[in-house]
């Protein structure tokens, strides 16, 4: 993926809506999420592995978008991806996550760490790697791969 193109990422919300059957999504929009889940994070991509036709898929990803159960943002180039795996070890991406914040910003971590450590599941651990990333990219953009390898470590405890 070259920087600077528009990727698809699951936002809590949505990776919440793939887990449970309490949201009430067509089959169209439950295919869209798996399909961003599983890494096909393009609109081309996704218009290209849907079975669905061109116009009910381009109408799902609306829908999603406009209800925030999935968002849109520019890739870097050097991380195409920062979205927790459902099935992470919540204890593992804590432990991970603080440690991460502590070793990139130092002392000025510590807030970012806090956060982390209230996380109790995988969507509200997935916000605050939103926050994280926030953060490197206005304080330290070069860190970037840092934070992609340790969300990269952290999917692979995914069960």
Do not use: W, Y
């Not at 968002?71 to 050097?78: E, I, L, P, Q, V």
């Amino acid at each position: 993926m070259k920087a600077g193109e528009q990727v698809l990422l699951l936002t809590p919300k949505g990776m919440e809506a793939l887990r449970s059957r309490e949201a009430k999504l067509d089959a169209n929009a439950r295919n869209i999420l798996s399909l961003i889940e599983h890494g096909v994070t393009s609109v081309d991509a996704i218009l290209q592995r849907s079975k669905s036709p061109r116009d009910e898929v381009i109408k799902g990803l609306r829908s999603l978008l406009s209800s925030r159960f999935v968002t849109a943002a520019a890739s870097d180039g050097a991380s195409a991806r920062l979205t927790l795996k459902p099935g992470v070890s919540p204890s593992q991406a804590r432990f991970a996550l603080s440690n991460f914040c502590l070793d990139q910003f130092g002392t000025e971590g510590q807030n970012l760490a806090d956060v982390v450590d209230l996380c109790s599941d995988v969507a509200s651990l997935q916000e605050a790697v939103n926050d994280i990333r926030v953060e490197v990219d206005r304080r330290c953009p070069d860190k970037l791969p840092a934070l992609a390898a340790c969300v990269q470590e952290i999917n692979e405890t995914d069960f």
